[in-house]
């Protein structure tokens, strides 16, 4: 099955504490993508990647790194969170930024 | 990074009525998609009308695009409750795909 997988789904976690959020999807998809969705925010990008060792900022990359060593991987790591990295975050792919994305189920993170 | 603009933000109608939402955008674009979001879930993509098209179907789904007004429209026939979600435009231009707030659309049975 085509699918966009994440975890942990939910994390509760202490402020400066490093964590990693796994994105992966086995549809050999080039772009991938992390967004972060908050009450009366929208969904807001914080790095995308075109293709492997690819990555680029979004609109709020500050406090969030990624990586991209295979395709289908694309993790999202946050190296001292903070309260304000409370959100819902989504992982998303697709075959290129002109072709549907696929969203993973997303992973609930407090910072505390 | 062009971010699509929903309006309105929130719509509640009975079931079996039409809904309409709309989309504006500022820069020209290649393409604009349209996804759907049920309550804390991941994002599902409905439809992608490219930006030499007018309009497109897809089952009780209706987009229509205006590239001189650079606005969109998405219509949902015969709503059911099930339609119940939040709805994203995401214009694409030269910029990765980002997207608004959305539409909250409520359907009442």
Redesign the interface.
């Known amino acids: 099955e085509a699918q966009?997988t994440q975890n942990p789904r939910y994390l509760i976690t202490v402020t400066g504490k490093k964590l990693t959020v796994t994105c992966s999807q086995n549809m050999n998809h080039e772009y991938m993508?992390w967004?972060r969705q908050d009450p009366?925010?929208?969904?807001?990008?914080i790095y995308?990647s075109m293709n492997v060792e690819v990555t680029?900022k979004?609109?709020v990359p500050e406090g969030y790194k990624v990586s991209r060593k295979e395709k289908r991987n694309f993790p999202l790591i946050l190296e001292s969170p903070s309260p304000n990295q409370t959100s819902?975050y989504?992982c998303?792919s697709s075959y290129g930024?002109?072709?549907?994305?696929?969203?993973?189920?997303?992973t609930?993170l407090t910072v505390t | 990074?062009q971010q699509g603009e929903e309006d309105p933000q929130a719509l509640s109608i009975q079931e079996g009525e039409n809904a309409t939402m709309n989309c504006s955008y500022k820069t020209s674009i290649?393409?604009l998609?349209w996804?759907r979001q049920n309550s804390?879930?991941?994002?599902?993509?409905l439809i992608?009308i490219r930006s030499n098209e007018r309009e497109k179907h897809s089952g009780r789904l209706r987009v229509t695009l205006d590239t001189s007004k650079k606005s969109s429209s998405l219509l949902i026939t015969a709503s059911r409750a099930a339609d119940t979600a939040s709805y994203?435009c995401a214009p694409?231009g030269n910029t990765?795909?980002?997207?608004?707030?959305?539409t909250r659309l409520s359907v009442i049975a």
């Open positions: 966009v993508s967004y009366g925010l929208g969904l807001r990008q995308y680029d979004g609109d819902l989504f998303a930024t002109d072709y549907e994305q696929y969203f993973g189920p997303g609930r | 990074s290649n393409n998609q996804y804390g879930r991941g994002l599902v993509h992608l994203f694409r990765p795909l980002v997207f608004g707030k959305g």
